[in-house]
């Protein structure tokens, strides 16, 4: 932190590390920097389409932990969010979108969708259901899709469902019915 931005540059080669450990303290660089790390974004998102498995890992966390301040990244986040395409990349990528929650607009068709198609994901849905939840009442238009999950099997989906619907809005969901 005392170093701030002037750590940006060690910063952007530990996260393109191949070497193990190396990213994630990278990642833990950009934890401490927060919003701060904005400078980084660009070099971040170049990393992230280099199409490494490797550098996306440590990518999407440190994109994460900048925050709102990472919005520009919300695009190339989203192309790696669903796990059909993207794969384990998907299992990160979600969680740095909920933690910039920037960009709804772009956010919510593309999750709404994902869990409207895969109404039998179970507790995989949890994290696009808590990502939308994050967007509040700009996520009026998902509140049918995550209904399905209302009635999920596993009581963890559930709740989840239920957290982000009342995050959304009480009314949105009266209004579906």
Known sequence: REIGTNAIPCLLRMVASDAWGVGHLGVL????????????????VAIM???????????????????????????????????????????????ALREIRMHPELVVPVFTALLATNASWGHQANAYIETLGSFGNQSEAAVPAIRL????????????????????????????E
Not at 65 to 92: C, H, N, Q, R
Request: glycine letters at 6%.
């Open 29 to 44: 660089g950009f934890q401490a920097l927060g919003p701060a790390g904005k400078p980084a974004v660009p070099a971040l």
């Open 149 to 176: 999950f209302l009635n999920a099997q596993e009581e963890s989906v559930r709740i989840c469902a239920t957290n982000a619907l009342s995050r959304i809005n009480a009314q949105a969901v009266f209004k579906q």
């Open 49 to 95: 389409q280099e199409q490494q498995l490797t550098q996306r890992a440590t990518v999407c966390p440190a994109l994460g932990a900048i925050g709102p301040e990472a919005a520009e990244a919300v695009p190339v986040l989203l192309k790696y969010s669903d796990p059909w395409t993207a794969g384990p990349t998907a299992l990160l990528a979600v969680p």
